[in-house]
């Protein structure tokens, strides 16, 4: 039978007190929505309608268009006014429907798919996803009968005293036979204190026609967290994270201190790696077998080899070889890419270049829009001036050069193979292959003078205070 779902994500969520919408917030890297989505995709639900409202562009900007579809409900009226947004373009297919907020990024693809097998195995109109929480309240509550069959839901404000004690609640997630959910849906009212029209309605117009509704409880209820405010997004963040790292750590990768380690939900790590705790994983991240990843490494977009070790270091959008080291305190900006056996020092930051195979920038250098080949050595406040103010320009280092300390490559220039470059030099022009360039002025000490230039600044500092 054909699955669908509908995705509500049209609420501003005011009690986030932001300017983004609310199922755009990032729980670990990714929009809540997002998580949402993928969920519902891994349980083999190929046709998906998201319900926007608030910051409908944005939404769609986010999500992107080709996978799913998109229903407008320009004015909010509640739950089930949002799910009959989406009747033009399923209500009159076949087939069960899950319906889930955008805002309940903690849910399992393995929960959607158990919620859809007791749904078809039961022959229910409607499942109730449900949780059972120690602490209730805000919720709606499951209402069974003596046979523990679901009669209703009470919303939390409407709960008698005996309803306000039953610890299971409604997480808002359900399956329904697609025709009877949009039928029951014509007929609910806003004939309530709020004059919206709400999705549990259609629990009471179903169970009143003799159909069948049943329940699922899952087995974690953090699962059932809906996120409204910033104290509810910290702890999906914070239980998000925990569930990442767990699935690293089955996978083979060491962490010192797994809750203080923060990994997006991306990243992918090879086995034997240790992650020390401080370190941020981000975006499109990706690390290789047997790497040591140090306290305060912060990565994005990154791809690392294996055996890499990174100490202290921020790498963006950046390629490292295996067996690379790099660091403490390296910057590694977009468009780096380190060959294998590289050493990147402390202090050194390095942007769109390609360093080669086996050569070193140890310690207090920049590299920018360089090109430098195998076995080269870059010495201590060496840099490459690639910037004029106006331009950009390379500068290409060839194989086995020497560039000695506090040297200056003016771009654009060319250093070839086996040069070497004397410390202290300011180089403007091309080097030849396996020559050696010396660009300073000559040393001139001047006997005495010392003395004199100290007595001369003292005189100056005493007539300006004067």
């Known amino acids: 039978m054909k699955k669908l779902a ?6 501003q969520g005011k009690r986030m007190k932001s300017k983004l919408y609310k199922v755009l917030h990032p729980v670990c890297g990714k929009p809540m929505v997002e998580h949402v ?38 004015e909010q009226l509640g739950t089930g006014h949002a799910v009959m ?13 899950v319906v889930i907020c955008g805002d309940t990024p903690l849910v399992r693809t393995e929960t959607i798919e158990a919620m859809l097998a007791v749904h078809g ?50 997480t808002g997630t359900y399956c329904f036979d697609n025709r009877k959910l949009f039928d029951a849906l014509a ?16 629990i009471g117009i179903l169970k009143g026609e003799g159909e069948k509704i049943v329940a699922h409880i899952v087995e974690d ?71 040591w990843i140090g306290p305060q490494t912060e990565l994005t977009d990154t791809i690392v080899g294996n055996g890499v070790t990174i100490r202290q270091s921020v790498a963006e959008g950046a390629v490292i070889g295996d067996e690379s080291t790099v660091g403490p305190f390296a910057y590694l900006r977009p468009g780096t890419k380190l060959g294998q056996h590289v050493k990147v020092g402390d202090f050194v930051e390095i942007k769109n270049s390609a360093i080669g195979d086996h050569s ?17 050595n870059i010495g201590c406040g060496a840099i490459t001036a690639n910037y004029d103010g106006h331009n950009k320009s390379k500068t290409v280092i060839g194989d086995n050069a020497f560039i000695g300390s506090n ?42 003078y010392a003395d004199k230039f100290r007595a001369r600044a003292r005189a100056k500092k005493e007539r300006e205070t004067e």
């Not at 490559?409 to 010396?438: C, E, F, Q, R, W």
């Open 6 to 11: 509908i995705v509500l994500a049209a609420g």
């Open 37 to 74: 989505l993928d969920a519902v995709r891994g349980a083999d639900i190929r046709r998906s309608v998201v319900i926007v409202g608030h910051g409908a562009e944005a939404v769609k900007e986010a999500i992107g268009g080709e996978a799913v579809e998109f229903a407008l409900q320009a």
């Open 85 to 97: 947004q989406a009747k033009a373009l399923i209500g009159d297919e076949d087939g069960i429907t």
């Open 121 to 170: 195995s039961q022959g229910a109109a409607a499942t109730i996803l449900t949780a059972e929480l120690d602490n209730p309240a805000g919720y709606g509550r499951i209402v069974r009968g003596a046979d523990a069959g679901v009669l209703k839901i009470v919303e939390h404000k409407d709960c008698s005293t005996e309803e306000a004690a039953i610890r299971e609640i409604n």
């Open 187 to 202: 007929r609910v009212t806003n004939s309530n204190a709020q004059g919206e029209y709400y999705l549990t309605d259609v």
């Open 221 to 291: 209820p953090a699962e059932s967290i809906g996120v409204n405010d910033r104290i509810a997004l910290g702890e999906a963040e914070r239980l998000m994270r925990l569930r990442i790292n767990a699935g690293h750590q089955v996978n083979g990768v060491t962490f010192i201190d797994a809750a203080n380690t923060y990994i997006e939900a991306e990243v992918k790590i090879g086995s034997d790696t240790v992650v020390y705790p401080g370190a941020v994983l981000k975006g499109r991240t990706e690390i290789g077998a047997d790497c």
């Open 360 to 376: 070193k920038v140890p310690h207090l250098s920049y590299v920018g829009d360089a090109v430098v080949g195998s076995k080269v």
């Open 407 to 448: 040297s200056n490559l003016i771009a654009p220039v060319k250093i070839g193979d086996g040069a070497y470059v004397v410390a202290g030099s300011t180089i403007t022009h091309d080097v030849p292959d396996n020559d050696l360039a010396i660009a300073r002025e000559r040393q001139v000490n001047k006997p005495g």
